[in-house]
C-alpha cells in the first residue's frame, strides 16, 4: 500500500449558502419605479387635459345635434314662440323614406370613393417617384406639396373656380388646341356630372400632399436588403413593390384611406363654394344636403337628423379600420 492510499484527505468545508435578501415592500420596493397605481393613473392625467377639450368643442354639439333630430324644431321653435316637441323617430322615417336622400347617399358615396381612389393612387406615383430623384429636387417637390397643402380652401376653389370658368378658363383654351377638340364657352358645370369632376379633382388636388409625405416617410422603411434579394430572386418592379413594398407599407395605406374617406364624405366647402353657396339638387352631398334642410328649408329637426346618419356612417367606416389595424397587430 502505498503513502497516497493511506493519506487522508483533506475535508473542505460545505460551499456558503447565501440567502436572497428579502425585497423590501411599500413605497421604496423599487428604487426608481413609481407604485401600479400611480403608474397606471399617469396616461389618463395626461390625457385628460385632450378629453376636456373634445368634451367642451364636440360633446356639446353632438348632444344637441341627437336632441334636435328627435324633436319638432323649425323656425317657430328658434325664435321661441312655440316649445320643441319631441316626435321620436319620426324625422328619421322622413328622412329614410325620402327618395332623393337616398339619391345623395349613393351620389356622396360615388364621390368620396372615387376622391379616394384618385388621391391614394396619384399619392403612392408620386412618392415612388420622389425616391428616384436627387435631393434638390425632391426637396423642391416638397416645398411645392406643403404650399399646395397650406392653401385655404376657400383660395383653391376660387383658382379652380377661375381654372374652369366656361368663359376665361385657362383649362378650356388649353383644351380647344388639342386637334378635334373645342370647348371655348364649354360650362363645366352645366351638368352634375362633369361638375362634380371638377370638384373631385379639386378634393384630390388638396389631399395628395399629405398622402405623398405620409408615405415618402413610409418608404423610407423599406429595407433595401429586401428589395435587392427580391430582384436576385427575379422580381420585377411591379413583383418588388407588391410582394416587398405594399406589404409593409399596407398599415399606413389602411389609415391613409380611412382617413381620405372620413374627410372625402365630409366635403362641404368645396362644393358650397363652387355653386356660389347654392348647390342644385345634382350637386348634394349629404354635408350640403343637411345643410339645405336645415337652413335653406328651416327643418333644423330634419337636418340634425340626416347629419347623425351621416355621422353613423363615418362610424361604420371607423369600425372597418379598426378591424383592419387589429388584424394587422395580430399578424405582427
Known amino acids: 500500500m502505498s503513502a497516497a492510499d493511506t493519506t487522508t484527505p483533506a475535508k473542505l468545508p460545505p460551499p456558503a449558502r447565501h440567502t436572497p435578501p428579502t425585497p423590501p415592500t411599500g413605497t421604496d420596493a423599487r428604487p426608481g419605479r413609481r407604485p401600479p397605481k400611480a403608474a397606471a393613473a399617469i396616461p389618463w392625467a395626461l390625457l385628460a387635459p385632450c378629453v376636456l377639450v373634445l368634451a367642451l368643442v364636440l360633446g356639446y354639439p353632438l348632444v344637441r345635434l341627437v336632441t334636435l333630430s328627435f324633436q319638432k324644431f323649425g323656425q317657430s321653435q328658434l325664435w321661441g314662440f312655440q316649445p320643441a ?5 319620426d324625422n328619421f322615417g322622413k328622412v329614410l323614406g325620402d327618395s332623393e336622400f337616398w339619391d345623395v347617399v349613393v351620389r356622396t358615396i360615388v364621390f368620396a370613393v ?31 406639396l406643403v404650399a399646395s ?47 362634380l369632376a371638377v370638384i373631385m379633382l379639386l378634393v384630390v388636388w388638396g389631399a395628395v400632399p399629405f398622402v405623398v409625405i405620409t408615405l415618402s416617410a413610409g418608404l423610407t422603411q423599406v429595407p433595401k436588403e429586401l428589395e435587392e434579394a427580391a430582384r436576385l430572386d427575379g422580381a420585377g418592379a411591379w413583383g418588388v413593390f407588391r410582394f416587398v413594398t405594399l406589404p409593409i407599407l399596407k398599415p399606413i395605406i389602411v389609415m391613409l384611406t380611412t382617413l381620405s374617406v372620413i374627410w372625402d364624405m365630409g366635403v362641404f366647402p368645396q362644393v358650397f363654394v363652387m355653386r356660389n ?23 333644423y329637426a330634419q337636418g340634425s337628423a340626416i347629419a347623425l346618419l351621416t355621422v353613423v356612417l363615418l362610424l361604420g367606416v371607423v369600425a372597418v379600420y379598426m378591424r383592419q389595424m387589429l388584424k394587422i397587430g395580430e399578424v405582427e
Not at 316637441?85 to 323617430?89: A, D, R, T, W
Request: hydrophobic content about 50%; aromatic content about 14%; glycine content about 10%.
Open 85 to 89: 316637441e319631441s316626435v321620436g323617430f
Open 114 to 144: 372615387g376622391c379616394v381612389v384618385f388621391t391614394m393612387v396619384a399619392g403612392m406615383l408620386i412618392a415612388l417617384l420622389l425616391q428616384r430623384v436627387s435631393g434638390w429636387m425632391r426637396t423642391l417637390i416638397n416645398i411645392v
Open 149 to 195: 397643402w397650406g392653401m385655404p380652401i376657400i383660395v383653391a376653389t376660387t383658382v379652380f373656380k377661375w381654372l374652369f370658368d366656361s368663359d376665361y378658363g385657362i383649362v378650356n383654351a388649353l383644351l380647344s388646341k388639342l386637334p378635334g377638340v373645342e370647348l371655348i364657352g364649354h360650362n363645366w358645370f352645366a351638368s352634375g356630372p362633369q361638375g
Open 277 to 299: 353657396g347654392h348647390p342644385e339638387a345634382e350637386f348634394q352631398l349629404l354635408t350640403t344636403y343637411s345643410y339645405d334642410r336645415a337652413f335653406a328649408v328651416n327643418d
